[in-house]
């Protein structure tokens, strides 16, 4: 069973970038689709985007469209969150998650 472990979380202003790293362990199928999950203080968990490995297929939650890129690195068995213009809502812990296995998270804070 594949294994996730998330990376680049931090404090970052109001209109700044960060970038998260997704690295899996273990084999990623061509038909597993991987999803970025965000869970804010009190909040339930929310889709924030996801790609399909085989044909690089790609979803976006409303919230972050136009802002967030999500990508994957083959070679690298990695998937990319590429988060610029953040906002304070955007504070919450993300996760990445391939059905059915779940990352410990990577928390980011936007604040001034």
């Known amino acids: 069973q594949v294994q996730l472990v998330e990376s680049g979380g931090g404090l970052v202003q109001p209109g700044g970038s960060l970038r998260l790293v997704c690295t899996a362990s273990g084999t990623i199928y061509s038909s597993d689709r991987i999803f970025w999950y965000c869970q804010a203080p009190g909040k339930e968990r929310e889709f924030v985007a996801s790609?399909?490995?085989?044909?690089?297929?790609?979803v976006y939650g409303d919230s972050v469209k136009g802002r967030f890129t999500i990508s994957r690195d083959a070679a690298k068995n990695t998937v990319d969150l590429q988060m610029n213009s953040l906002k304070p809502e955007d504070t919450a812990v993300y996760y990445c998650?391939?059905?059915?296995?779940w990352g410990q998270g990577t928390r980011i804070t936007v604040s001034s």
């Open positions: 998650n391939v059905h059915p296995v």
């Open positions: 790609i399909k490995w085989r044909d690089n297929i790609k």
